[in-house]
């Protein structure tokens, strides 16, 4: 399966502020999506990021808070927009990846937010 | 539409005792069925997975899991925990044949006491 990196692994921020995830894969994958793990809870996919058009973000997940870009078939951003100690979460990455599967999501390390 | 459930959020084992994580699904067509463990400030790893091949289905680390479809569950088990084998664990249900629209349960936080 595929090798997937986010940068940064954790991080902690001011309120107000933001932060841009990147996450990096080693092959070209047709597939790249992001979610929230809040505290104690489980995933919530925020959207699908697609490779030379705009996100499709899912119910309660808008734009102007978590602006996605994936510039290539291998990298994609998320930010974190004018953070709130709500905004306190893991965010992970997942691909899929067609020449292998095309019904399993694989996922990276996470990057771990605390917002003061 | 569907949806998961599990049905501890925690579970205590000894170690060399076997473990049982349960999980519940439900599917208006037919799923495909993971689980994925996630040790503590690590991502997700997917133990295995049930796309309709055989019903039992064999994943790493010695874990299995059984598709009952009469029963809507897909369980799962190892026949002796390791304390490495603390951590949490998901079950995830999807539409066959795609990745696209993945349905977590709460998760299963596993002990394994010495």
């Known amino acids: 399966s595929a090798v997937i990196s986010q940068k940064p692994s954790r991080d902690i921020c001011q309120r107000g502020t933001s932060l841009t995830i990147q996450c990096q894969v080693d092959?070209?994958?047709?597939?790249m999506f992001w979610y929230r793990q809040q505290p104690g809870q489980s995933l919530t996919l925020i959207a699908t990021?697609?490779?030379?058009?705009?996100?499709?973000?899912e119910s309660g997940f808008v734009i102007d808070k978590f602006p996605i870009s994936r510039p290539n078939l291998t990298f994609s951003t998320l930010t974190v927009s004018n953070m709130s100690p709500e905004d306190s979460s893991i965010y992970l990455c997942?691909?899929?990846?067609?020449?292998?599967?095309?019904?399993?999501?694989?996922f990276g390390p996470g990057t771990r937010l605390t917002v003061l | 539409a569907q949806s998961v459930t599990q049905l501890d959020s925690h579970v205590s084992v000894s170690e060399g005792t076997p473990v049982l994580l349960r999980c519940n699904y439900s599917?208006?067509?037919?799923?495909?069925l993971f689980w994925y463990v996630q040790h503590p400030n690590k991502g997700l790893q997917l133990l295995l997975k049930y796309t309709s091949a055989a019903t039992l289905v064999k994943g790493i680390n010695g874990f299995e899991a059984e598709f009952k479809k009469s029963e809507t569950s897909f369980h799962l088990t190892k026949p002796s925990a390791h304390m490495s084998d603390a951590a949490e664990y998901f079950c995830?249900?999807?539409?066959?044949?795609?990745?696209?629209?993945?349905?977590f349960g709460s998760g299963t936080q596993l002990t394994v006491l010495p």
């Open positions: 092959s070209q994958v047709t597939m």
């Open positions: 990021a697609n490779q030379g058009s705009e996100a499709t973000y």
């Open positions: 997942s691909v899929e990846d067609a020449r292998t599967s095309t019904d399993t999501q694989y």
């Open positions: 599917s208006s067509y037919s799923p495909s």
């Open positions: 995830v249900v999807s539409p066959k044949g795609s990745a696209r629209q993945l349905t």
